[in-house]
């Protein structure tokens, strides 16, 4: 059984809920209550819909156990789905008016002159914290960035067997090179190469910056 564990954040930095709920009830805090199917529906229609009722009531339960007294009463008469949505819309407006303060303040904020380094370091750090405290959690899975894994991933040894061109341009090689300390005349400082794999004729332009690469 795998559990998900979520948590929602205020805008003091305290933690208002902690939830931990198996991940086959997930969909209840993500998704609205249905419609009743009704007495004449399809059996699988009115087992599904018991079964959403259930779950519903059970993480429902949970959340309540879960939050302060106060905010017990204010979603006492709600289901699940409802219980977040209205947790995540009071928490997550008074965590972007503080980080918005936090982060406008951060900006702001400068080194007085004559004043010591190191309490101005550790004023940055307070402001850096402060705002990674109000992050809200969002309550959604995050899909694997494959591309983030492959770029981390070491690359196979090279086999030193190369493919060559079979015919004149069939393949071209290229690099650019600069800026060099010394400007050539007519000011250029870098230069961009192409070779003819096939052929290995070589040509070098001469470039004054590296954006007439493109």
């Known amino acids: 059984m795998l559990v998900m564990t979520f948590s929602l954040i205020s805008s003091d930095g305290g933690i208002v809920l902690h ?24 059996r699988v229609d009115k087992d599904k819909f018991k079964k959403h009722m259930e779950d519903m009531l059970g993480v429902g339960c949970l959340i309540l156990a879960t939050i302060t007294p106060e905010l017990q009463k204010q979603h006492e008469d709600m289901v699940a789905y409802e219980m ?17 303060k936090t982060s406008k303040a951060l900006f702001q904020y400068k080194m007085s002159e004559g004043s010591p380094v190191g309490a101005h370091v550790i004023k940055l750090i307070g402001y850096i914290q402060t705002s990674k405290k109000l992050d809200p959690f969002v309550f959604e899975q995050f899909d694997v960035c494959e591309s983030c894994f492959l770029g981390k991933m070491t690359k196979d040894p090279f086999n030193g067997k190369g493919e060559r061109a079979s015919d004149l341009l069939g393949l071209i090689h290229s690099d650019v090179c600069g800026p060099m300390n010394t400007q050539a005349r007519g000011g250029f400082q870098y230069f961009i190469t192409f070779i003819d794999d096939f052929s290995r004729y070589g040509y070098i332009y001469l470039m004054r910056h590296k954006s007439e690469a493109l």
């Open 19 to 42: 939830l931990g709920i198996e991940e086959s009830k997930e969909y209840v805090i993500e998704e609205p209550v249905p419609n009743d199917p009704g007495a004449n529906a399809p």
């Open 84 to 100: 977040i949505q209205n947790l995540k819309e009071i928490y997550e407006g008074k965590a972007h008016q503080e980080r918005y």
